[in-house]
């Protein structure tokens, strides 16, 4: 019993943690149109890099699986996941570089047979729209790439990209002069066409003319 009761205990404290830490990103991004410029986004920066090392691991060990889906839940719940998104033209290269490796291990975790994060954008898909129209901002352009071809290996936000006025943008960013924003814009492009074939063929049915056009 006395085993049972500091497992117990172990797994109470570990759920205590990862609520902490995601309310502590949480709060530190809440604060960013209230704070000091530097040190909000310092607070940010400091509060992604350790999300990053818990959800990858700290080079000499991996990281706690059972914490990486307790942590994608409390993010679910807490709304940070939009927070993520709404607040990326506001944060420095380095933490956009965590931020983003963190997005895509959270959009990987799946419970009880459902991806929650991806639930959530489901849910919330003018998410989507914004990293689309990013695509616009030079600085921000390779990162949100990055990030909407995570999204779009899951069939559901794939839909709805191709459905939604974000996907004729992506004819005119394939054309920008920017070399590596415009050949991003086309591995996006070409992922949206080919990643999922049931949902590429309907929508090809309804919109072929629609498509061939911008050809």
């Given amino acids: 019993r006395g085993d049972d009761r500091a497992t117990e205990l172990s797994f109470l404290f570990r759920m205590a943690s990862t609520a902490g830490v995601v309310l502590s990103i949480k709060d530190s991004f809440l604060a960013l149109p209230t704070k000091t410029g530097d040190r909000a986004l310092e607070e940010v920066e400091k509060n992604i890099s350790s999300l990053r090392q818990v959800l990858s691991g700290d080079g000499e060990a991996g990281a706690n699986q059972e914490q990486v889906l307790q942590i994608a839940l409390e993010i679910c719940k807490e709304g940070v996941l939009s927070l993520f998104v709404q607040n990326l033209p506001s944060l420095g290269w380095g933490v956009r570089k965590d931020l983003v490796i963190c997005w895509c291990i959270l959009l990987g975790q799946k419970v009880d047979e459902n991806y929650c994060c991806v639930k959530y954008i489901e849910d919330h898909v003018e998410l989507l729209d914004f990293l689309v129209v990013c695509y616009k901002k030079s600085d921000l352009a390779l990162n949100c790439g990055i990030m909407v071809r995570e999204c779009i290996k899951h069939p559901t936000l794939a839909k709805y990209i191709l459905e939604s006025n974000s996907f004729e943008l992506f004819f005119e960013y394939v054309e920008l ?39």
């Fill in 177 to 215: 002069p920017n070399f590596d924003i415009a050949s991003d814009a086309l591995n996006t492009f070409k992922d949206l066409l080919t990643k999922h074939e049931t949902v590429v063929s309907v929508y090809l049915s309804s919109h072929y003319e629609q498509v061939t056009l911008f050809f």
